[in-house]
């Protein structure tokens, strides 16, 4: 059974950092996209961003320049450093794995809170 188990919330003051991991219980973990989703209560979940073959990154224009994704791939392990956290990336982060194959459907981890607050 696949798991994808995220780590690294918590509560940090306006300016500061946070760094999130999701250990993904995937094999041939480099077929897939790896991301970082979020949800604030009352909206929607929206990318936050991801990463293809280790490499290949996007982000929301919110994050860019304060967000990094990346991936470890013998740990199976996908990463987003946050630095300069505003108090609107007050959410849930949520790990996403999506393969190559679009007949293979999407795993989602369970969830990490993020709070970013004075």
């Known amino acids: 059974q696949v798991q994808l188990v995220e780590s690294g919330g918590g509560l940090v003051q306006p300016g500061g950092s946070l760094r999130l991991s999701c250990a993904a219980s995937l094999s041939n973990f480099r077929f897939y996209t790896m991301g970082w989703y979020r949800q604030a209560p009352g909206n929607q979940r929206e990318l936050v961003a991801t990463?293809?073959?280790?490499?290949?990154?996007n982000y929301a224009d919110s994050v860019k320049g304060r967000f990094t994704i990346s991936t470890d791939n013998a740990k199976k392990t996908v990463y987003l450093q946050m630095n300069s956290l505003k108090p609107e990336d007050t959410a849930v982060y949520y790990c996403?794995?999506?393969?190559?194959?679009?007949?293979?459907?999407?795993?989602w981890g369970q969830g990490t809170q993020v709070t970013v607050s004075s």
């Open positions: 996403n794995a999506n393969h190559r194959l679009p007949t293979i459907m999407p795993y």
């Open positions: 990463i293809a073959g280790g490499v290949t990154t």
